[in-house]
């Protein structure tokens, strides 16, 4: 009996052998590692700066920035201006080429997506032939293709093609009327945010009236009376008054150069298509994965409840195919904030080009500029991924 | 009374041969009926589509073959006022600078080398890509050591001449390393051989690789200023393939890792990288990289980019590769727990073997992204194929209107074709690991 005990008491081991003790031991390891090379870099980086004479810190941003951009959405002079101005507007036009690329590449990406499953046998082929082509091109290849084929035909601005309502082309860009605002011109955004918030509340009402009756209401209708109508109503009653909320400048044809209006930079456009085209190859895959993820039970099963073709796809299978969907086209839109740095491959003033190009060659703060660069990125792509883990957790499906 | 056999008959003793079905049931006609004129809306649709052919698919042709310039030796043949036809692209351009896209401005005389990588580079891939290759495990170890070291030699030159007191430091480092090794093994009292075979192992491996870098074959040197075109874009996707694979997957198990301080370290990390634009972390590995080092270490203009792209791709790839890990069923780590297998073990036996091969299609999408991206590095000074055109297509030599676009279908081309064949042999590996799984 006694020797059975001594047996079965555990055998004296190495606390080497511990799991704790070596998983501490890895991390430990991993920190020395780790904070050895920020320590390296750092205490490297302050000796090659020192070198170099090489100011540190972000003093710089109120430095005068002294040099131009070609297209600014706050005004931005070479004298009057500051890095830190530089910084905006390069961030502006960032955001605004994304902004606009958004929006035409979700409607350009459904289309195509859509088409690709088509039962016409020529529209699903054409689709498919345009997703494959414009996947397997690097995006620099096509912005710089479409930087010569959008810039090249263009003529001198002393030949400008004249478009009719005050649209000019050349090869400084699309000149356009220019709107400009009188004081009074708030009311139309206020206007706006009123029609937006009452049509949301018609809608409210419609859809608990029809829960409880059965009536329907014209929705459609009168969203659009109070979202468009509104603020329509609005401008035409106040310049009836005599106060004109919106006036255009029209742009004037020089010997030389086009004065006043708005400009639209070649690059800006060339980056735009370049940007819309190829992500909306992407989201067609996408959209079209989405569609086939919602089984054909579905689609019968609401056949069989009698609803209509057009009701199945906007009652079953889109609210379904959007779960989908949703999460990578997302994961698209950032990607194409990502991409429009390319940018600086044809000469638009985007963030990385006014601040890591023109700003960092100047000022050679490099860390500093870098560090702001990636952060500006990291906040969008950070701040996107936690709204769209909100948005998955609530329409994920919930099982018992 | 009649027997029913005498009765006449009403019905026939042997069947009719079918008539053939209508001309407008089978057929082409019926298949453009059925697929493209099925009703009003697919009639308008497929006009549509057939205007929008119309608009673009002629003058494309016209451009890229009909009135291309296939020969000439410079701008006069694409130029319409020196006798040329300036409608069509200009492939003599193309034909004449091909040697330039390939090699950059390799030294002439030692092409031969390059020849060589490329051939190598289509061994390995080849070998690790055909599943059925036979070896494939030492097809790895040709692609992730044998290969890039002959690379190295091929390219540079090897002869790296390392100082006497590098070699010094690696033996003090060495004898470090197979020291601690014995000490673990005299404190965990295990048997004191397989500790210095492992430490002898890696001290001997990393030795040969340096002796081999340190060698001297009697190759010309050659800098890496000269590299460029197609050798320097093919260059940057390998270097990005065979470091990112291995680090990904490490970071891949940092992330599943039970250890918190490795898992936020691997989760800063991926995220981190996959929240920057490519291009922001090619131009900090060109402003920063040179900043963090010493002052009397240079880092090589090519090799900058390198890193960025390595470093880039490898969170990509953790995040496939985590995938791969994620889909195991909870059974096969238990098995291989209880089959007493430590962590290496059982990751290097049982789990990554299945969780490669399943997300194979998705290394080699990651591998064609990677493979779009290294065109980035034309944007901070590397001369890979796009950037080449660029600078072949300032040349004054050939100074004529269709020079920029013929360049650019060139570079679409030449992506097109290597991305292209990259996603359908993903989609056949696809096909058949899904093959696997059906019942």
Known sequence: MQTVVSQTSPPKKSFLYDPKVRGIFYQVLLIAIVGYLFYMAATNAAENLQRAKIASGFGFLNNTAGFDISQALIPFSAAGSTYGDAFVVGLLNTLIVSAIGIFFTTILGFIIGIARLSKNWMVAKVAMIYVETLRNIPLLVQLLFWYIAVLGPLPQPRNSLEMGAGFFLNSRGLFMARPIFAPDAWMLPAVLLIGLVGAFLYRRWAKTQQERTGRQSPVGLVTLGLVLGLPILTWIVLALVGANPISFEVPRKGTFNLTGGMQILPEFVALLLGLTTYTAAFIAEVVRAG???VSKGQTEAAGSLGLKPGQTLRLVVIPQAMRVIIPPLTSQYLNLTKNSSLA???GYPDLVQVFMGTVLNQTGQAIEVVVITMGVYLTISLVTSALMNIYNRRVAIVER | MSTAVDMPRFVRAQQVEALPPPNLARGPVAWVRENLFSGPFNTLLTL???????????????FLVIDAVWSGSDRAACRADMGGSETGACWAFIWEKLNYFTYGSYTVSERWRVDIFFALLAVGVGWLLWLKAPRRDLG???????FPVASYILLTGGNADFSGGFWLGFLIFGALLIAVFALMAAILKTSLRPALIVGGGIVGFIGITLALMDMDFGLQHVPTSLWGGVLVTLLVATVGIVFSLPFGILLALGRRSKLPIVRMASVIFIEFVRGVPLITVL????TMLPLFLPGDITVDRLLRPLIGTALFSSAYMAEVVRGGLQAMPKGQYEGAMS????????????ILPQALRIVIPGIV???IGLFKDTSLVAIVGIFDVVKTIEASRIDPNWAAPTIGLTGYAFAALFYFIFCFGMSRYSLGVERRLAAGQKR
């Open chain 1, 344 to 346: 600086v491959a044809i």
């Open chain 1, 291 to 293: 569609i086939l993820a």
């Open chain 2, 140 to 146: 790895a170890v040709y692609f992730f050591w044998l």
């Open chain 2, 339 to 350: 089959l007493g297998l430590n962590y290496p073990q059982m990751m290097i036996l049982i």
């Open chain 2, 48 to 62: 549509v589509v057939f205007y929008l052919l119309y608009i673009s698919v002629p003058p494309l042709a016209k």
């Open chain 2, 365 to 367: 999408n990651t591998f």
């Open chain 2, 283 to 286: 131009i900090m590995a060109n």
